[in-house]
């Protein structure tokens, strides 16, 4: 199972943007990369997913290099609102039978000060 | 917000009784999963269910067992509760399918004394 690597903190300021890293250097042909916010106190909250170049929503945007080795978290003008613990998770898609470990790895604590 | 709930949403309980916490969902999503989180470590994955009866394993399942006789209700069991396992519980859904989007639920938080 790919296991990710993540800095465990950042801090920004309001309206940057702010990039956050995770290496999956393990990754395998059938995972997807999926980042999670956390607030305290709240279970995660998905924001997003992809397998590979580059996918955008509302919220993000998650960049995956060809080797997929890596990816980045892309968040547009932070606000203070935005300050979270962001997960990277690693794995295969679902889609049918058992799931096997799942891991969350410990995150990344964006701090964002005006 | 997805549809699920976990009870009791803060407990404190002493050493060696049994404690069990249960998640409820009304998407009728097939997985369901148990997490436990405590400072340093992030999220870890306890157990998790493919369906009913269908369970197995996660990356800290000891101590902990689980069962799932409907859809939507997975229940977590502390057979004899340990001070180690005081911590926050998140229960988490997500449907079949080619992605991994979980919902987690609002968190129990478990004080064994």
């Known amino acids: 199972l790919a296991k990710t690597t993540q800095p465990i903190s950042m801090d920004s300021y309001e309206g940057q943007e702010v990039n956050i890293t995770c290496s999956h250097n393990n990754i395998a042909t059938n995972d997807y990369i999926t980042w999670y916010q956390q607030f305290p106190s709240q279970g995660p909250r998905f924001i997003i997913q992809?397998?590979?170049t580059k996918v955008t929503n509302e919220v993000a945007s998650l960049f995956i290099p060809a080797d997929r080795k890596s990816s980045t978290l892309s968040l547009p003008r932070v606000s203070l609102s935005d300050t979270a613990v962001y997960y990277c998770l690693v794995g295969e898609a679902n889609y049918g039978g058992s799931q096997g470990n799942l891991i969350f790895g410990k995150g990344t604590k964006l701090s964002v000060k005006p | 917000d997805a549809g699920i709930t976990q009870s009791p949403r803060h407990k404190v309980t002493e050493t060696g009784t049994p404690v069990t916490l249960r998640c409820h969902q009304t998407?009728?999503?097939?997985?369901m999963y148990w997490y436990r989180q405590d400072p340093g470590h992030g999220l870890r994955l306890i157990h998790y269910s493919y369906g009913v009866k269908d369970t197995d394993k996660g990356e800290v399942s000891d101590g902990y067992s689980v069962s799932r006789s409907k859809t939507e209700d997975f229940l977590l069991t502390l057979e004899s509760a340990t001070s180690s396992q005081t911590s926050v519980y998140f229960c988490?859904?997500?449907?079949?399918?080619?992605?991994?989007?979980?919902?987690f639920g609002p968190g129990t938080r478990l004080t064994v004394t």
């Open positions: 998407e009728n999503h097939r997985y």
């Open positions: 988490a859904i997500s449907g079949t399918g080619p992605f991994y989007e979980q919902y």
């Open positions: 992809g397998y590979k």
